[in-house]
């Protein structure tokens, strides 16, 4: 049997405690998360992160990740071409498999995220 999720409520739904953000360039940049959904060969995942304003290093060699921004704003810089982009609340970030660069948090976030490996 398929079972279908629903999750609402993703602004109010509870994350872990805050720690420290592994590959920040900000001295005391923090972030929290909860998966949400894993599928059974956990190849893609879904679940809701937040974090604290700063700037940090991202790799998606490996796997793709579509981003919907919940709340707050953020500058994604490609490493590859430095090409930015501006998002905000409401807005879908597609970062495909190969990506890397730098988020800079200009605004406390939180994002529902889904990581691909297929």
């Known amino acids: 049997m ?6 609402s409520d993703l602004q ?5 405690d805050f720690s420290k953000k592994p590959t920040t360039l900000t001295n005391g940049q923090q972030e929290a998360s909860k998966e949400l959904w894993a599928s059974a ?7 809701v992160w937040e974090c604290t304003e700063g700037q940090f290093t991202a790799d998606r060699t490996k796997i793709a990740e579509y981003c919907h ?9 490609n ?13 879908l970030l597609i970062l495909p498999v ?6 800079t948090i200009t605004s406390h976030m939180r994002k529902l995220y889904i990581l691909s490996e297929s």
Do not use: Q, Y
């Open 41 to 47: 060969d956990g190849r893609i995942r879904a679940g």
């Open 12 to 16: 109010g739904t509870e994350l872990s």
């Open 79 to 91: 490493e590859n071409d430095k090409t930015r982009r501006s998002i905000t609340t409401g807005d």
């Open 98 to 103: 190969g990506w890397k660069g730098t988020w």
């Open 69 to 77: 921004i919940i709340s707050g704003s953020a500058i994604v810089e």
């Open 2 to 7: 398929i079972d279908s999720k629903v999750f």
